[in-house]
């Protein structure tokens, strides 16, 4: 684990684990991202879209609102 993603971790004691299921296609896929060393681990790289899904749906409902 490196410095940065221990960092962060400690920095979020809020995390909580959880269970998701990936057809097998994607979670290879997102396998292949870390192994390409874009993410630390599955775990960063599902944060990472996690937090992208929330972001455009808050600009999605801003943008609704603004109407």
């Known amino acids: 684990m490196s410095g940065d993603h221990a960092k ?3 920095e979020t004691p809020d ?3 959880t269970t ?3 057809p097998t296609t994607e979670l290879e ?6 192994e390409e060393g874009k993410y630390l681990s599955t775990s960063e790289a599902v944060r990472h879209a996690v937090r992208d ?3 455009a749906h808050k600009n999605a409902t801003s943008e609704a609102d603004e109407r």
């Open 29 to 34: 896929q997102v396998e292949e991202l870390v």
């Open 53 to 55: 899904l929330i972001e």
């Open 15 to 17: 995390t909580t684990r």
């Open 8 to 10: 962060y971790l400690e």
């Open 20 to 22: 998701v299921r990936f």
